[in-house]
């Protein structure tokens, strides 16, 4: 948020400067192509600036986001290119709680005992602010609290993605991600858990933990699919647990993917 500022302020302190030696007659400029040209400096300083001391070298913003009176959350997280984080462990006061390399912006509203969160890049919209172009990107590494139902969704970019949802009380979960790497370990004791993926040319892992059950189903053009047959076994289309219809706790999966990778087990 900080860095968002500071790149807006010199712009508008340089086009102030600009357009007041113009108008004294100081300089005669052409005053849209030299604003045009301070936005363009402007931007190249913050991409040096991030390939320099990138969030990977800086730190990050420490943030929890507090869980209210709510008994049950969806999260809607949206991260661009970078690297991001997820596990578990938030404090009980807290839906979500970590550090947050490039800024995050969240808008958190409770709706009865349900509270609504949206978590995207402070700055610009998704992750294109110049200071998220140098090395590293964004980093987000934050835990989510365990102790209440969730419904996800995480939009990413090209980023390298590990959620340890392992702990958690996942019900919905809902992966939209394009040129990347996602691995992903699943709920072990949530119960019904309902995951949708949507990926471009992206290498995909998911974990089931031992003991749960899972079925599997998948559409597009995949490079390569690897399912573990020996714990779901493949009828049709379809990979399943034997005792997928009565497990106590069982993942429905389904992708939806382009020139990618699959692998469940």
Known sequence: MRRSGLFWGVVLLLVGLLLLLNNLGVMAVDVWGAILAVILIAVGVCLLWGMLVGPSAVGGEEVAIPLEDASSAR???KHGAGRLRVSGGAAPQALAEGTFSGGLDYRARLTGEEL?????PGGFPFGLAPW???RGGLGWSFGLNGEIPLSLSFETGASDARLDLSELHITELRLSTGASSVNVTLPAH???TQVRVEAGAASVTLRVPPD?????RFE???ASVSVDQNRFPRTGAVYQSPDYDTAQ???DIEVQAGIGSLQVG
């Open 75 to 77: 999260v809607r997280v």
């Open 220 to 222: 597009g053009a995949l």
């Open 249 to 251: 706790n069982r993942i």
């Open 212 to 216: 749960v059950a899972a079925r599997v």
């Open 132 to 134: 998220h172009w140098g």
């Open 116 to 120: 609504d969160v949206e978590m995207s």
């Open 190 to 192: 949530a119960g019904q």
